[in-house]
């Protein structure tokens, strides 16, 4: 298609930024420009209808590490690398409330848990005995004392079966996915940003006083600069980056009368998670159940990973209770050997903010922001 004189003019001529992905990162990498500079033109460019990678396909979970990966982490990385990280997460959720409020994500602070099985005992104890000296780490982080603590008593309460202990976490909570990222796009539009969607960046170029950005749709869009927060898909761009792409499969069931629990809850080792949204359950994860098969940038849903979803829901989650499951989803995240985040520049004008891993929903809105100040400095 052509596009008229007055759409070339006020779409895409003179873009000081141009973002690439309207996720959660995408997203407040504008907010945070057109904070500090208002003048500027940003436009963010999504391929699909709607964002379509992490940001509105995720489990809402506002949360910053359970007792169970905070240890696993520390026998990868060091000390101060895994609490720099709990305050990344603590600090970006804070900074996700205070853009958007409370009320408008729908943030109530539930609690986690960790369950652990009888044959997990082990894992359970090492927890136990390390719970003083997390605690005293994540109230240098937090403020907030005795965060983690032991909630068996909680399990006959919330009806769960083969679960043998529970550890609470006192400061985590839940966000609604959706409502977030509506209110982000609405705050964004409101400040000037033009978000276009169904449109999609094949090729990024460096010109000498910018760059070029070439679509699918046969558009070219030139700019100053260029951020690239396109995550699990950021090698379809930038092949030199290490993001892998990793597919996470959930399912939702129907409203539960009297649903019995409340909260964001972990599992094996987090590779299970699960929350009540409202008094429905959302459950997902399995991906440690075929990590080949879901390292893909396709959505998609498999057999394996619905079945065991589907068998834990009956079997420990909701067991005696019944219930319909309503609607199945996957989304991709992108990964890495570690769980650091990779926000640099790539070339000239050309800066890259990627690699949430599971933790987008609790650093999105910093990592744009650090995305956003490396893009600050190419103009
Ligand atoms: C099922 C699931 C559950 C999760 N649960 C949680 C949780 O409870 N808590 C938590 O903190 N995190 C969670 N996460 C992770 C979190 O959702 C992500 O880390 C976060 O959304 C990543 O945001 P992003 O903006 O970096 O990427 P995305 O949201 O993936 O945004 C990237 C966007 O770029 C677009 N795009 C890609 N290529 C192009 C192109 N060439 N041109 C134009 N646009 C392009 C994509 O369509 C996409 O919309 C979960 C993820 C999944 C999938």
């Known amino acids: 298609m052509e596009l008229s ?53 995720n489990a809402g979970f ?107 976490s006192t400061a985590e909570g839940q966000i609604d996915t959706g409502k977030m990222i509506l209110a982000l796009t609405q705050k964004v539009q409101a400040l000037g940003v033009i978000v276009l969607n169904g449109l999609e960046i094949a090729s990024l170029q460096e010109e000498s006083a910018g760059i070029t950005a070439l679509t699918k749709q046969g558009i070219a869009i030139t700019a100053r600069a260029a951020l690239v927060a396109t995550n699990g898909f950021a090698r379809q761009l930038l092949p030199q980056l290490q993001v892998a792409p990793a597919r996470a499969q959930v399912l939702i069931t129907k409203p ?36 080949k098969t879901e390292e893909t940038t396709e959505m998609g849903l498999t057999n394996l990973v619905q079945n065991k979803l589907d068998e834990l829901l009956r079997e420990v989650i909701l067991p005696g209770t ?5 609607q199945r989803w996957s989304g991709i995240m992108g990964v890495g050997s570690s769980k650091t985040t990779i926000v640099q520049p790539v070339s000239q004008h050309i800066c890259c903010a990627v690699r949430m891993g599971g933790m987008g929903v609790a650093i999105g809105s910093l990592v744009g922001e650090e995305g956003a100040a490396l893009v600050l400095e190419k103009l």
């Open 256 to 291: 539960i009368p009297d649903l019995r629990f409340k909260g964001t809850f972990h599992y094996d080792r987090g590779y299970y998670y699960f929350r009540n949204i409202g008094n429905r359950v959302l459950f997902g994860g399995g991906r440690n159940l075929d990590f």
């Open 5 to 57: 004189f007055w759409e070339k003019e006020s779409y895409f001529s003179h873009v000081d930024v141009l973002i690439v992905g309207s996720g959660i990162v995408g997203l407040n990498a504008a907010l945070y420009l057109k904070t500090q500079q208002p003048a500027l033109k940003v436009l963010v460019v999504e391929r699909g209808l709607l964002p379509t990678g992490a940001s509105t396909r």
């Open 322 to 326: 019944p219930y319909e499951v309503e």
């Open 62 to 168: 506002a949360c910053f590490g359970s007792p169970s990966e905070l240890l696993d982490d520390l026998s990868h990385h060091s000390e101060e690398e895994v609490f720099a990280l709990v305050e990344r997460r603590w600090r970006g959720l804070q900074r996700l409330r205070q853009n958007l409020g409370d009320q408008a994500i729908d943030f109530h602070r539930w609690g986690g848990y960790e369950l652990f099985e009888e044959s997990q005992q082990p894992l359970y104890e090492a927890c136990l005995e390390q719970m003083t000296y997390l605690n005293k780490q994540l109230q240098q982080v937090t403020g907030e004392q005795d965060i983690y603590r032991q909630a068996d008593h909680k399990i006959g309460e919330f009806g769960f079966k083969q679960v043998a202990h529970l550890i609470e």
